[in-house]
């Protein structure tokens, strides 16, 4: 076995970076040497051991000198992430077109609650033609949080200030003619992983129920300038897993009895139960993609690098995305024009047009299926098998393709997680974490920290290998591919190598909760699975049911 000259450093990673709570004065033996290496799966002689052993008793002085420097959870490591595969060229040309067909005559229903329900278009409408006003609208929604929150438990914060001092700005604004488009007016909560000046920002999480900031992130920012009214900092899954935070279990709407998954829990189930006509969410590996199926809600993870993570918590900084949960996939298409888009504060964003249209043609691109995932038995299978059929008869020609094999390379999550959040581990105070199964974070944390240095690397190595495999078997063929949200690799592959996704809900299951499907496209390509997802919708019903929380 060869092994060069990092391994002492990677032994030493592995060896000192555990349960390092205080001080560490104890000597490190050749004994716990050999046990860290057997953990790594290496061996090493007796004469390799006693060479390796002053340079272990260093390594562990500069790790204990480096945590006297405090690493806020915005610092970012100085290895960025880019999903481009060699050869890949951005697309060109200007920022981009958005356009969109009318949306018919719009009339203010006489029985308001039909409002909870309305998409943002439909809601836009109402608010430029002046049938609503955006302080009605906002009051109208606040007035629906407020009331089924203790049922569905999705509302860390109330903004409740702040909401109808936009509110009353937006209709000033728009009673003088100044319209700045189809967010202008319309409320929206946000998951609260993201910094606002006037609510705390819990991360959903026990040890930092109390932390504040005095900034805005990014995504806020560019909202307001939109013009739309924040109304709520929506529950998170603690520190971005599942739907458990301090306050409890966010709740499916269509079935209070469980949970509505994870991590952008409060997000999906308010706007799945009509108490927000969008959301804001974020996904390292499905975090959007699974609280919309479960919900029945449609969402956009975005390419990675295509919307501003400035002021929101870090969890993986080479895998986390900030996307749109909504009624439609045109209403994710309008919320991402406007947050998407390079800030100078991430170094990750890049700046690519986004083209989209309401009249997009399912015919004018080449659309994939995982042929052997469809042809497995699995949950949803018969709704997607339905779905699959409302494809073709939109003239979508289905071609058959397979992903490449996914590498075990979730160590990265984990990995960059355990820094992110290394001094919980190291306080003790992960203890405070509502969840403390073997799954939970306070045990990955730990287990993480004994992913050599070495092994994470080559690990991201086969990931550069994964996302040129991508380019080259998949999207060579195909501009996007349809896929179960679920039952396949596509989830964890594209999580990591940085493809857009939109999901999509196409049915029901015996027990009437919902069902999904997704389309995965081209990196910085959100328009064509947009369009594609459109189309569908327009050919289908299944976004237009609604869970009722009055049964």
């Known amino acids: 076995m060869k092994r060069g000259t990092l391994l002492p450093l990677v032994l030493a990673t592995v060896l000192l970076g555990a349960f390092t709570y205080g001080e560490l004065t104890k000597d490190i033996s050749k004994a716990d040497a050999k046990g860290a290496a057997n953990v790594m799966g290496l061996e090493f002689t007796n004469t390799e051991l006693d060479s390796l052993m002053p340079a272990l008793t260093e390594f562990r002085n500069a790790y204990i000198k480096n945590r006297d420097q ?41 029985d308001r609650n039909k409002l909870a329900f309305f998409s943002v278009r439909q809601l836009a409408e109402l608010i430029k033609t002046k049938q609503i006003s955006s302080v ?17 438990k999705c509302v860390i914060n109330f903004t409740e200030e702040l909401a109808l001092a936009q509110a009353k700005k937006a209709d000033e604004e728009i009673g003088k003619g100044n319209y700045k488009g189809l967010l202008h007016g319309i409320p929206y909560g946000i998951k609260d992983l993201f910094a606002t000046k006037v609510s ?43 739907d458990v935070w301090f306050g409890g279990m966010t709740r499916n709407p269509w079935d209070l009895e469980t949970g509505s998954s994870g991590s952008s829990a409060g997000s999906a189930a308010a706007v799945s139960a009509g108490l927000l006509p969008f959301a804001i969410g974020t996904e390292t590996l499905g975090s959007i993609v699974s609280p919309s199926t479960v919900c029945g809600t449609t969402g956009l993870r975005p390419t990675f690098g295509r919307v501003s993570r400035y002021g929101a918590m870090a969890l993986t900084w080479s895998m986390d995305k900030v996307g749109p949960i909504c009624r439609t996939a045109e209403d994710c298409a309008i919320v991402f024009d406007a947050i998407k888009g390079a800030d100078g504060k991430d170094p990750t964003v890049v700046d690519a047009p986004f083209r989209y249209t309401s009249g997009f043609q399912p015919k004018s691109i080449k659309v994939g299926y995982l042929k052997s995932a469809f042809d497995k038995p699995y949950p949803f299978h018969d709704q997607d098998s339905v779905a699959l059929r409302v494809f073709k008869k939109l003239g979508v020609e289905l071609v058959p393709i397979e992903l490449p094999e996914y590498p075990d390379i979730t160590h990265i999550l984990t990995a960059e997680a355990a820094a992110a959040f290394d001094d919980l581990t190291r306080s003790g105070k992960d203890d405070e974490l509502t969840r403390q199964i073997k799954s939970a974070w306070p045990n990955l944390f730990r287990q993480a920290r004994f992913v050599p240095a070495v092994e994470y690397i080559q690990a991201n190595r086969l990931r550069t290998k994964l996302m040129q495999q991508m380019e080259e078997q998949v999207f060579k063929k195909v501009d996007a591919y349809i896929h179960p949200s679920w039952a396949s690799s596509s989830l964890r592959i594209t999580n990591f190598t940085g493809h857009p996704c939109v999901v999509v809900p196409n049915g029901f299951q015996e027990n009437g909760k919902p069902t999904s499907i997704t389309i995965t496209g081209k990196l910085y390509d959100e328009g064509a699975i947009l369009g594609l997802a459109n189309a569908f919708q327009g050919a289908s019903f299944f976004h237009r049911k609604h869970p009722d929380l009055e049964k």
């Open 200 to 242: 705390k920002t819990t991360w959903g999480a026990k040890p930092y129920k109390d932390q504040a900031f005095d900034y805005n992130a990014t995504v806020v920012e560019k909202l307001e300038r939109a013009g739309a009214i924040l109304v709520a900092k929506m529950s998170v899954g603690a520190l971005a897993m599942g």
């Open 136 to 152: 009605e609208l906002t009051q109208f929604f606040m007035d629906r949080l407020k009331k089924y929150d203790d049922k569905v």
């Open 70 to 110: 405090q690493l806020d959870n915005g610092v970012y490591p100085a290895l960025l992430f880019n999903p481009m595969p060699a050869g890949f060229r951005l697309p060109k040309g200007k920022q981009g077109r958005v356009t969109m067909r009318g949306v018919g005559d719009i009339k203010m229903p006489k």
